[in-house]
């Protein structure tokens, strides 16, 4: 299996553009997660899904983030507008059923100028 | 609610030497217990997990015990290998639901 694959892994853009993130969970998960992980404030869930519903959206820092996941391989993460806070590595990830092992994809590092 | 705590590091150490990275957990429900490793510029992978109270998850020479009358998962390793050289995050299920919590990571340095 390719296991988790996140596009871009890098993304550099000017503070108010538009901002999407991608995902491709590992093939047969039905959990998929997303991250953000700074120094500050180290690894922090932003969301997570099952069977593509949203589940816990409690960590979405506000309503500058969405996520969306419109079938079991693939999801999104959009941030609009930008600011260069959001600076970070948003890591994805997937996992199968109750066995609560995570598998997370190579990152993308966002830089917002 | 439910929190894990790790040593801080930076920890570093000379290759062959013994390594420990403490971890605690807050004592709610019954949680699995995984310890991730990240390498750097890339994301984490699951180096060993244990499910229940006595339970040892080992991997790649390392190890970790689920202790329950002392609400810890320490990681130990007998030899470090300059390839160790990474970030070490402590991990509980969090109860009722498929979330993990993350400690806030140890850096792990192993000089030749």
């Known amino acids: 299996d390719a296991g988790v694959i996140q596009s871009p892994r890098h993304e550099v853009t000017e503070m108010g553009q538009e901002v999407t993130l991608r995902c491709k969970p590992i093939?047969?998960?039905?959990?998929l997660f997303w991250y953000r992980q700074t120094m500050m404030r180290g690894l922090e869930l932003l969301i997570y899904f099952n069977n593509n519903v949203p589940i816990d959206d409690s960590g979405m820092p506000e309503d500058r983030f969405s996520a969306k996941m419109p079938n079991a391989s693939f999801s999104t993460l959009k941030i609009q507008p930008s600011e260069p806070r959001d600076s970070a590595v948003y890591f994805c990830?997937?996992?199968?059923?109750?066995?609560?092992?995570?598998?997370f994809g190579p990152g993308t590092r966002l830089t917002v100028t | 609610g439910d929190s894990v705590t790790q040593m801080e590091g930076p920890v570093t150490l000379s290759e062959e030497a013994f390594l420990t990275i403490n971890c605690t957990y807050t004592a709610t429900g019954y949680p699995s217990l995984f310890w991730y490793v990240q390498y750097p510029g890339e994301g984490l992978q699951l180096l060993l997990k244990a499910t229940k109270a006595d339970d040892k998850g080992s991997n790649k020479g390392f190890e970790a015990t689920y202790r329950k009358e002392t609400t810890s998962f320490h990681l130990e390793k007998g030899s470090v290998q300059v390839s160790d050289s990474a970030v070490y995050f402590c991990?509980?299920?969090?109860?009722?639901?498929?979330?993990?919590?993350f400690g806030k990571g140890t850096k792990l340095t192993v000089n030749p």
């Open positions: 093939s047969g998960h039905d959990y």
């Open positions: 990830a997937s996992s199968f059923g109750t066995s609560s092992e995570q598998y």
């Open positions: 991990a509980r299920t969090q109860g009722g639901s498929e979330k993990l919590v």
